[in-house]
């Protein structure tokens, strides 16, 4: 995830550089980027508690 300015408002974009969401405020876009971030991470968690669960 990362932020970049975005005209006069703030954007974050994933990995791929896609546009994930547009916020008026920094402090706003790094916020969805610290929630996202924390999401990815327990999603990739999760993943890998299955793979070890099925033995891969």
């Known amino acids: ?3 970049k300015k975005y ?3 703030w954007a974050v974009y994933d990995k791929d550089e896609n546009l ?6 920094k402090k ?3 916020e969805v980027k610290r929630r ?3 999401l990815l991470n327990q999603l990739n968690k999760g993943k890998q ?3 070890v669960l099925q033995g891969q």
Do not use: H, K
């Open 7 to 9: 005209r006069s408002y």
């Open 1 to 3: 995830m990362e932020v």
């Open 20 to 25: 994930v969401c547009v916020t008026v405020y």
């Open 49 to 51: 508690n299955e793979s």
């Open 28 to 30: 706003g876009a790094m």
């Open 36 to 38: 996202m971030d924390i």
